[in-house]
Every structure is written in C-alpha cells, then in structure tokens.
C-alpha cells in the first residue's frame, strides 16, 4: 500500500486546512487510518484516527472541536479538516494505515500501522 498526504500549506491562526491521504496500491491491505505530526525538535504525536467503516473515530486532546477525520472508501481517502488552527499545531503531518476492521485504543500509537505516507507540511503563522 502506498500513502500520499496532500493539503499542507501556510494559514494565519484562526484559519482552516484540509489534508486528504489517498491510498494506491493493495489497498485490500489497507484499513484503519490514522494521523500524526512532527513538529520541529519534538516526537511524533497522534492527532486522529478512523476505522475502516468510518464509524469509530480517536482524536488527541489538543485537537478534539477543531479537527474532524473522514473518509471516502470509494475513492481510497482519508480528509483531515483542521478549522481553527493555531500556531502550535505547525508540524509536518503524516497519514499511515494498519490492515485492520476495527479501531483499537493502540490505534494512538505509531508502531500500530504498517504502512506511512511522506508527510505535509502544516504552517500555522500567529
């Protein structure tokens, strides 16, 4: 499976982005999604994550009200919406995905999934 993350840019605070994550490849061996970030100098961190059927969604904390995690399994895509952004939410994001039904609780851990795209960038200017 081969993961593409697109959608990153630059945005003033207060401003909103859409990342989207498409899936080629075995995407048989896709399932649940997930995204992280990286911001500078600092470890990757979970942000969201969505089951295979799409009704089972994890958010962090830091970003639960503001982003929503959706999914088009026709067309092989994951969204990510990211309204109010703040500058502390710049980072590089990535989308991977773990050949699984169903969303566990490790679904918030990076060595769940199997499979990472190449990352976003995020700029969020104050």
């Known amino acids: 499976v081969q993961l593409q993350a697109s959608g990153g840019g630059l945005v003033q605070a207060g401003g909103s982005l859409r990342l989207s994550c498409a899936a080629s490849?075995?995407?048989?061996?896709?399932?649940?999604v997930g995204w992280f970030r990286q911001a500078p100098g600092k470890e990757r961190e979970f942000v969201a994550a969505?089951?295979?059927?799409?009704?089972?969604?994890y958010y962090a904390d830091s970003v639960k009200g503001r982003f929503t995690i959706s999914r088009d399994n026709a067309k092989n895509t994951v969204a990510l919406q990211m309204n109010n952004l703040k500058p502390e939410d710049t980072a590089v994001y990535y989308c991977?995905?773990?050949?699984?039904?169903?969303?566990?609780?490790?679904?918030?851990?990076?060595?769940?999934?199997?499979?990472w795209g190449q990352g976003t960038l995020v700029t969020v200017s104050s």
């Open positions: 490849g075995r995407t048989s061996s896709s399932g649940a």
């Open positions: 991977a995905t773990k050949s699984a039904l169903f969303l566990a609780v490790q679904a918030m851990g990076s060595t769940w999934y199997d499979y």
């Open positions: 969505i089951s295979w059927r799409g009704d089972t969604t």
